[in-house]
């Protein structure tokens, strides 16, 4: 049994933001996991440890085998399954994965001994903000940002000195189940810190010439960002 998450969490992917007969076909008729990967997302589910779904695999499974980036960083492994997926689809990738949960860390070594078996993924453990400033300036083509959804705005101007210019930014779970295009008095109290996150990283990043921005309605909404100049500059507002 896995105690870092409860049956109530993962809560928003439970409010599907498209057509839910839609997000069922596309769980269920894009290319399913086989082996290994099958096995951990079986687990994962059964646990109710919050991985990508299903729509999510597909579109990376794509993304790395097209753009076969060189050098990957993702923060928040869980258990290592989005990472095991991308080192799987791009096989000459170097992986970067940042987890700080002791629980989920013992998931994650395990199973990057049994199944990382081009040894291509370096799990970094602790707390991703203290990590980040050791990692390489301009040195990752693919970030894909997968942990806390307040932080984002607060992690994403270290993420930005350590991705080459050009190279992209992949950000899950913006939507928050439809509340941040809600007003925030509509916004249960509980979820104000995240929606107030999340319009932080749209304003300072949808319309910045310093990046090219889409939001693309997968999953609970993932947010990508290409960085056009090696100085991003990012306007956060103190809210
Ligand atoms: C949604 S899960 C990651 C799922 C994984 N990417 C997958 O799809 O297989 C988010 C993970 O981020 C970790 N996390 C959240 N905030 C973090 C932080 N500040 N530093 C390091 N890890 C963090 C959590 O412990 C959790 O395991």
Not at 38 to 55: C, G, S, T, V
Not at 73 to 90: C, D, R
Not at 109 to 136: S, Y
Request: proline share 4%; hydrophobic share 40%.
């Amino acid at each position: 049994m896995v105690e870092s998450y409860s049956q109530n969490a993962n809560h928003n992917m439970r409010r599907p933001v498209v057509k839910e007969d839609i997000v069922e076909m596309m769980r269920t008729r894009q290319a399913q996991n086989k082996g290994f990967l099958k096995e951990l997302e079986d687990f994962a589910r059964r646990e109710n440890i919050p991985i990508i779904p299903h729509e999510t695999v597909a579109y990376f499974r794509l993304l790395m085998q097209t753009l076969q980036p060189q050098h990957i960083l993702e923060i928040g492994a869980a258990i290592g399954y989005s990472a095991l997926l991308m080192a799987e689809n791009s096989p000459h990738s170097q992986i970067s994965t940042i987890e700080r949960n002791p629980e989920m860390l013992s998931f994650a070594r395990e199973n990057l001994k049994q199944f990382d078996r081009r040894k291509q993924i370096n799990l970094l453990e602790g707390e991703a903000l203290e990590i980040l400033p050791e990692l390489p300036d301009d040195h990752f083509d693919f970030v894909f940002m997968d942990s806390a959804k307040s932080k984002y705005i607060v992690f994403l101007p270290e993420v930005l000195k350590k991705v080459k210019v050009g190279g992209l930014i992949v950000i899950d779970d913006v939507f928050q189940g439809g509340d941040v295009v809600k007003d925030i008095s509509e916004i249960r109290r509980g979820q104000r810190t995240i929606y107030r996150g999340l319009q932080k990283l749209f304003d300072a990043t949808l319309d910045n010439p310093h990046l090219t921005a889409s939001l693309l309605s997968i999953s609970d909404g993932l947010l990508m960002l290409r960085k056009n100049v090696e100085n991003v500059h990012l306007e956060i507002e103190e809210i």
